[in-house]
C-alpha cells in the first residue's frame, strides 16, 4: 500500500491526569475509517468498555477531523464528536461545521481523545504545540457566546476557536450539545458528557499546513469536486439561497411536516407564519463554514416585541420542525428566540423543542398539571411557555429538571402511560420527516446506530426525487430495507468520514461521490482506494457501530417506531391515511438485516460480514 | 518650538459623499489642546455651526484618541467622541477604553472626524489603508455583542475592533451611546447621532507603531508614571481589586448614595443585597482595557432565575446606582441583567436608570397611570419592570417612546408639573453622588460642559479625602467653586486630552500629574511643556466648551440644580438635613466664575481671558 508518508495524529487529552500526549494515526485505521465519525467509533469501541456509565470518568469524547479537512477543498471544515451517548446509550456521534474543525487540524491533529474527569471546572488551549488545562472558574455558568468571547480575551487571541458547553452541559442535561462558533454538535447530549468531565471548553489555534500528497491528483479531483457540487440541481441554486429551510416547502407539500407532538402531520402547518417566504423576510444575511462557496446558513433576525433585536444563525429546518411544529407556535419571533437560546444555553434544538412538544400533549392530556409547572400555561402554541421551559431545562429549574433529560426519561418518571406520547427512538427524540409518509426514513430512524437521527441515513430519494439508485415510491415499503441500508453507507462513507458537509454530499456527490472521494483521498493521503472501497468504508463503520451498540445489549427489538406512529395514520394532508404498521415495519427490517447480512433475530452483525469487512476482532469481542 | 517632528493625522469621513481624506493634525492645535477630549471640543467648536439640529447632517462626531495611546504607557487605550449632543443641545463628550482605541491609533489617526449622512444603513472600515463604506444590512438591528461579532465574521477578520450602536441608537434614542467591546461611550446621546447618519458602526485594524521621539524621557517618565500609580494608596490596593464598585462604601457611608428618584438619599441602601460584598460573590473574574495593569473591570454573573446565566462586564458603580439605588431595585442579577441588556441595547446605564426611576415616582404620584404603561405595574423595586421598560425604550415601543429621549423631553410632554421630579441639569440626567452631601461635586454638575457629568470635574477630595490642594469640608460651601474649577481642569489637562484614563489620573495622578505628563508629552511627541502649561490645556478646553455652549445659548441660569436638590433636604442618614440653597450655589457659581475669569452675570467666558489662553478668535466669533 503506498501511501505517499501520510501519517496523522492523536492528541490523548486526561482530565484526571492533566495529562496530553501524541499518538500517531496507526495507518490501518486511516485507511480502514479515513476520519470523522469512522475514527471516533473506531476509538470508541476499542477504549470504551461494554456497560460504562456515559456520564462518568471512563467515557470518553473523540473529536475527529477528517484527511479533507484544512486543504483548499470546499465544505470540509467538518468534525465529529463521539462517545457512549447518555440519552440513548448507544453510540453517540454528532458533527459539526464552523471554523474549529479547520483549527484542530492546523494544530496537527485529526482527534483529540478526551479521557477522565477534571477534579474542577477546566478548560483546555491548545496552541503552538502546548495544551494547558486552565481554570475554568472565569467561564463556567456562561452562555456559550460568552464563553467562546471571554476565552479569547482570557487568550488575548481574537483568532483561537473554541468550542464549550453550555449551562445545559454543565447541569448534565442529556440535551445538552457542544458548541463552536454558531455551530451545534447536537444531540445525543455530549455536551452532558464534556460537563461530567468538569470540561467546559476546548481553545485551539493552529498554524499548520495540509500536506498533499500528489497535487497534480489532488487538483484534478478537486475540480472534478467542483464540478459536481456546479452541477447539482439544487446545491447552489436552491440550498445555497435557503439554506436548509428548503425542506420546509418540500415536507409540507408532502404532507410529511410533523406537528403538535406528532398528532397534527399535514395539519398544522401555519406556512405564511413560518415558512419560507416568512423566513426570507426575517433573512438579514447569510454566513457559512470557513472556505465554503455555499455558505447556507442564514442570519434571521427578530422583528417584534418581546423578541425584537434576536439574532439567530438559522432556524434551520429542523429547529424550524421543532419550535415552530412540535410546539404548535406560529410566530416567527419566538421560534428565532429559542434557536438562538438553545445555542446558547447549549440544548439541542431539535430534542429541546420535542420534549416541549411532549410536555404540551401532557399537559393537554391531564397527565402533567398546572402544580407540575408552577402555574405555568404550557398549551400548544405557548411560545412564552417554549422559552420559559428552554431556559428551566437547562438550569433544571422546577418542571425543568423532569425535562431535562429528554423525553424517554420524563415518561418513565411521570407514569400512567405517559410513554405513549414519547416521541423517541433509543431515547432519542424524532427529528422532522413524518415516516408514516417516508418509509425509508422510517427505515432509518429505527436503525441507525445512534437512534432517531434524520443525519444518518437520509433518504433524499423520497424528498426531493435525487438520485434514484432504486426505484422509489415514498409511500411503499418495497426495496426500503436496502434503499435505508445504501444511504447509511453512503452518507457515513462520503460524508462522515471524509469529512465532508452532509448537506453538500447529499446533494453532489451521491451519484459520483465514491469515484471522487477515492481520487481526493489518493491526491491528498497517497492512500489508494476504489470507489466500491471508500463505499466500504461507509458500511465497515455502521457495522463497527452496530457492534457496539449490540454489546451494550442493543437488539432487533430497540429496532422500532414510536407505537404512535405504527397504530395512528396521518390525519389529513397529502399523506393522509398513513402509517407504518408493525407488519410493515418487520417486512422492512427484514430487508434491511439481510442487505446488511446480519443476523435477522438479533439484529446482530454476524462474524462473517465483520470478517468480510476487515474487523473480525470484532466478533471475538462481541463472543460471536 | 521643538517638536521632534511630531506629526498627527486626521481621517475625514463624509458619509455623505462617502469619501475619506487624510489631513495633518496641524502642530498648534496638537499641542494646544493635545488630544482626545481636547481635539474633539476644538473640531467641533470650529466646524459645527450654532443652532444646528443634533441629530441633522450638519452634526459630526469626533472620535479622538490621545498621543499615549498606542504607547506602552498603561491605561492610555482611551478615546473620546465628541458631538453637539442631541440631549442637551451643548457639548456632547463621552470616553472609552478598551481595545478600540489602540487599534484607531496603529490605523495611523489621531482622530476621525464623521461628517453628514449615508443614504442607507452603513458601517465602515479601516485597514491596511483602505477605508470602506460598506452596506450594514446584515447587521443594523442587531444588538451590540452580536454586531461586533458579525462583523468580524463578514471582514473575516477576527481581530478588527468595532464601534458602534445597538438598536437605541438606530431608534434615535437621546439617551444611546456608542459601545466597542463590553465599554460604552455613554451618555449625551452621541448613540442618536450615529444613527441619525445612518451609521451602524466603525470596524478598524492597524499595525502601525507609534514614534517615540526621545526614548530616554520617556522611559523615564514613564518609570514616574508607574511610581506613581504604585504609590496611589487606593489605586492597586483597593481599586484594582474592587473597580468602580469602591465608590460604593465610600458613598453609602456618607450618606449619599442617592436612590429612588433622589427622594431616599441614605434610606434605601440595601447593602447587604447589592452592596461590595454582594457583588464580590457574583464576581467570576477581572478584565481590563488593552495593556491596563490595573483592569479594574470585574466579570458578573447573576446567578438566579430568571436572569441566571447572564454576564456583564460590571456593574460599575454608576450603574448600581441607576439600575440599583434610582429604581429602588435591590435584586443584584436584576441590576446585572439590566447592565448587559442597556450595553446590548446601547442604552447609557445612567440616564436610562435615572429615567425608569423618574417613571416610577410619577406612577407613584399618579401622574404616569395603568392606561400609560399599558398595564404594566412600575412601581419602584420592580426590577420585570426595569427590565421591559430598557427595552421597550431602545425600541420606543408603547411608554418606552415618551421615556427613550430622557427625563427632561419626557417632563415636557407629560406636563402636569411633572418637571419638577425630572433629575437633570442641562437635560443630562444626574449621575449617583448627592451633591447635597458634597457640594464640590454640586458646582461641577451645574457648571459643567455636558451637563449633570461626574467625569468632567469629579470631587475625591469629598469623596475620599484625597489629595488636598484646598482644605475641604464636604458639607461646606467655602473653596468649593474654586475647587471645581481645579478638578474640571485637572481632569481635562490629565485625563481627557492625553489620553488616559480618568481613574487613574484621580487616584494616582493629581499630585504630581501635570509634571509627569508634561515630560511623557515631550518624550513621546517632542513638544515641550511646564506643568502648567499641560494644566493650561485643561483650562483652555473647558473655555472653548464653554464657548460653544454660550453660542448654543446656554447662559449662568443653566447652571443650576434640579429644585429639587435645592428645597428638599436630604432626609436621614450621615448627611441627614443637608441641601444645596439657591443662595449657596449662588454664592459657589460666583466664586466658580471668578476663579474662571468668566462674567459672572452671563456665565460666558471673557475676552480677556480667552485671549491669556491662546484662543482669542473664539471671542471674535462669540461676538465679545
Known amino acids: 500500500m503506498y501511501c505517499g508518508g501520510y501519517t496523522g495524529k492523536i492528541l490523548r487529552l486526561n482530565l484526571t491526569e ?99 474527569k477534571a477534579d474542577k471546572p477546566t478548560y483546555i488551549s491548545i496552541r503552538e504545540g502546548m495544551v494547558r488545562f486552565r481554570d475554568s472558574a472565569k467561564v463556567w455558568g456562561l ?26 452541559g454543565e447541569h448534565l442535561s442529556k440535551l445538552a450539545c457542544i458548541i463552536n462558533e454558531y455551530r451545534a454538535m447536537g444531540r445525543k447530549g455530549l ?76 395539519a398544522f402547518v401555519p406556512i405564511k407564519e413560518i415558512g419560507v417566504d416568512a423566513q426570507e423576510a426575517q433573512k438579514i444575511g447569510k454566513t457559512g463554514c470557513f472556505g465554503c462557496p455555499v455558505a447556507c446558513a442564514r442570519l434571521s433576525l427578530a422583528k417584534n416585541a418581546p423578541y425584537t433585536g434576536t439574532l439567530s444563525e438559522g432556524p434551520e429546518f429542523e429547529t424550524q420542525y421543532s419550535f415552530g411544529g412540535q410546539t404548535g407556535v406560529d410566530n416567527l419571533d419566538a421560534i428565532i428566540a429559542a434557536d438562538r437560546l438553545a445555542d446558547e444555553l447549549g440544548l439541542d ?56 433529560d429528554g423525553v424517554k426519561a420524563a415518561a418513565q418518571r411521570i407514569g400512567n402511560g405517559a410513554d405513549r406520547y414519547a416521541m423517541h427512538i433509543k431515547g432519542l427524540e424524532l427529528p422532522a420527516y413524518d415516516v408514516r409518509g417516508a418509509k425509508a426514513h422510517g427505515v432509518n430512524y429505527a436503525t441507525a446506530y445512534s437512534g432517531a437521527d434524520h443525519n444518518r441515513g437520509y433518504a433524499p430519494q423520497e424528498i426531493f426525487g435525487m438520485p434514484i439508485p432504486y426505484a422509489v415510491d415514498r409511500l411503499s415499503i418495497e426495496g426500503k430495507g436496502k ?80 407505537e404512535r406512529l405504527m397504530t395512528e395514520p396521518i390525519p389529513d394532508g397529502p399523506s393522509k391515511g398513513q402509517l407504518i404498521s408493525k407488519e410493515d415495519l418487520n417486512r422492512m427490517l427484514d430487508e434491511y438485516y439481510t442487505a446488511r447480512g446480519w443476523n435477522l433475530t438479533t439484529g446482530a452483525p454476524t462474524r462473517g460480514k465483520l470478517t468480510e469487512l476487515g474487523i473480525g476482532y470484532v466478533a471475538d469481542a462481541l463472543g460471536l
Open 483 to 562: 434503499l435505508a441500508k445504501w444511504n447509511q453507507d453512503i452518507q457515513t462513507a462520503l460524508a462522515d468520514c471524509p469529512t465532508i458537509c452532509s448537506f453538500t454530499a447529499l446533494m453532489a456527490l451521491l451519484e459520483h461521490g465514491a469515484e471522487i472521494v477515492a481520487r481526493l483521498m489518493e491526491g491528498v493521503t497517497g492512500l489508494v482506494y476504489t470507489p466500491e472501497e471508500i463505499l466500504r468504508v461507509g458500511e465497515r463503520v455502521n457495522n463497527l457501530a452496530r457492534a457496539f451498540n449490540v454489546r451494550e445489549g442493543f437488539t432487533r427489538k430497540d429496532d422500532t417506531l414510536p
Open 18 to 116: 492533566r495529562t496530553a500526549r501524541e499518538e500517531s494515526l496507526p495507518l490501518e485505521t486511516a485507511r480502514d475509517f479515513i476520519g470523522g465519525t469512522g475514527l471516533g467509533i473506531k476509538y470508541l469501541f476499542d477504549e470504551v468498555p461494554a456497560g460504562i456509565d456515559p456520564l462518568g470518568p471512563e467515557n470518553k469524547l473523540i473529536f475527529a477531523v477528517g484527511p479533507f479537512t484544512g486543504t483548499t477543498l470546499p465544505a470540509t471544515s467538518r468534525m465529529a464528536v463521539t462517545g457512549k451517548s447518555p440519552l440513548t446509550n448507544a453510540v453517540g456521534s454528532a458533527l459539526s461545521g464552523g471554523y474549529f474543525p479547520v483549527e484542530l487540524k492546523r494544530a496537527g491533529y485529526d482527534a483529540l481523545i478526551i479521557e477522565g
Open 143 to 168: 452562555k456559550t457566546t460568552d464563553c467562546q468571547q471571554i476565552i479569547k480575551d482570557d487568550l488575548n487571541d481574537q483568532n483561537i476557536r473554541v468550542a464549550c458547553i453550555g449551562p445545559a
Open 349 to 404: 434544538t431539535i430534542s429541546a423543542g420535542v420534549t416541549i412538544g411532549f410536555a404540551m400533549e401532557l399537559s393537554e392530556k391531564g397527565l402533567l398539571t398546572s402544580g407540575d409547572t408552577g402555574g405555568m400555561d404550557i398549551t400548544f402554541g405557548s411560545h412564552q411557555a417554549m422559552l420559559a421551559l428552554l431556559r428551566m431545562m437547562a438550569y433544571r429549574e422546577g418542571i425543568g429538571d423532569l425535562l431535562a
Open 191 to 266: 455536551g452532558a458528557v464534556m460537563g461530567s468531565k468538569n470540561l467546559k471548553a476546548i481553545a485551539v489555534r493552529g498554524n499548520g499546513s495540509v500536506a498533499i500528497a500528489d497535487q497534480e491528483k489532488y487538483d484534478h479531483a478537486r475540480k472534478e469536486m467542483l464540478a459536481a457540487f456546479k452541477e447539482s440541481p439544487v446545491l447552489y441554486p436552491v440550498f445555497s439561497k435557503l439554506g436548509s429551510s428548503c425542506a420546509f416547502t418540500a415536507t409540507t407539500e408532502l404532507g410529511i411536516f410533523s406537528a403538535r407532538n406528532w398528532t397534527a402531520t399535514g
